[in-house]
């Protein structure tokens, strides 16, 4: 790859198809305005985010794990793992706060994403690696010395395609190459899918609190098969148009989070949230006292089953949802 390099791709009928759902989806979503009213909305795809890059990286802990330890809250589990979830968590908060065509600023957020869990902590590799599906070797990277020549390259082109190219094509086709590349010894998959939100949100803002990795993590199967099948045709054209899809249902599942948020039941349901601290248990009593409610019918109608349907809060027994031991915890 010499410095200035394009990457092989074509746009294909089944991507502009794609591309005119996830428009048309984020229109729906920027109509609604919820989730700039909503911040636990936000924080919850957020935390969603975290949890399915790492799990996709062989990272243990459950969601509710990742949801703990993002809290300040004792988790037990293995300290890589928890320290993972720490260094994702400062990462994705720092989207819209950093260059996403500048390599300093690539190298940087490697190095929160990977601090105190690896050596070549921001720095490219120095020596081969390979990408992995499990313990199954897809293909080897290209060589190291040639890492940052290939990565100037492709920067350069990220560059130049800005404004000219769609951001949901150069964003792929970026996640793509990145991932072909593998320029940190570890941390490759998480950076890359990273690194597309922050290309995604400069088009719109919603996309920080998209969880598209949410669904690559139930597709991971898949999500691998279309690397490997790009690089045997030498082009990306089948992880662009996995990745397209699954941001369009991602953002089908988020346009529901949205009229959820919209229902008869968005006022009670607000109320509910906002006498609510993350991870505080509370009694059906004690909710009921602090919103100032005498109806018991009223309350569990209004504000609590609305507020479970939509997954806001969570029971702590979930198994006996009627136990006079029941608590709620807001997520």
């Known amino acids: 790859m010499s410095d200035r390099y394009t990457p092989p791709y074509s746009i294909t009928n089944r991507m502009v198809e794609l591309i005119a759902e996830i428009a048309e989806s984020v229109g729906r979503i920027s109509g609604y305005k919820t989730m700039d009213s909503k911040p636990y909305l936000r924080r919850n795809n957020r935390i969603r985010s975290i949890h399915s890059s790492l799990a996709i990286e062989a990272n243990s802990l459950t969601l509710d794990d990742v949801r703990s330890v993002i809290a300040g809250k004792n ?69 190291p010395h040639l890492v940052p020549i290939q ?61 598209m990795e949410s669904r690559i993590y139930q597709y991971q199967e898949e999500y691998y098969k279309s690397i490997a099948e790009s690089n045997k045709n030498d082009n990306s054209d089948v992880f662009i148009e996995f990745i397209l899809k699954m ?16 229902t008869i039941y968005s006022r009670q349901v607000q109320e509910l949230l906002r006498v609510m601290e993350y991870h505080m248990p509370y009694t059906a009593s004690q909710l009921m006292s602090a919103l100032g409610l005498k109806s018991r019918s009223s309350f569990y109608r209004n504000y609590l089953e609305p ?25």
């Open 247 to 262: 941001i369009s249902e991602t953002l089908i599942e988020v346009t529901e989070q949205e009229k959820n948020g919209a």
């Open 151 to 211: 990565m100037k390259g492709l920067f350069q082109w990220l560059s130049e395609a800005k404004g000219t190219v769609h951001p949901l094509i150069v964003s792929s086709v970026f996640h793509y190459e990145f991932v072909f590349i593998h320029p940190f010894a570890d941390g490759n998959g998480r950076m890359a899918r990273l690194w597309q939100t922050a290309l995604l949100q400069e088009w719109n803002s919603i996309f920080q609190f998209v969880p």
């Open 75 to 143: 988790v037990i589990g293995p300290q890589r793992e928890i320290q993972e979830v720490k260094n994702a968590y400062k990462a994705y908060d720092m989207l819209g706060k950093f260059d996403p065509y500048s390599i300093e600023d690539l190298q940087t957020l490697h190095g929160i994403m990977t601090n105190l869990t690896m050596e070549e902590s921001g720095t490219f590799r120095t020596h081969d690696e390979g990408v992995f599906d499990g313990d199954v070797c897809i293909f080897m990277a290209p060589p």
């Open 307 to 331: 507020a479970l349907r939509q997954k806001l809060i969570t029971m702590e027994i979930p198994d006996k949802p009627k136990s006079r031991n029941q608590r709620y915890l807001k997520m």
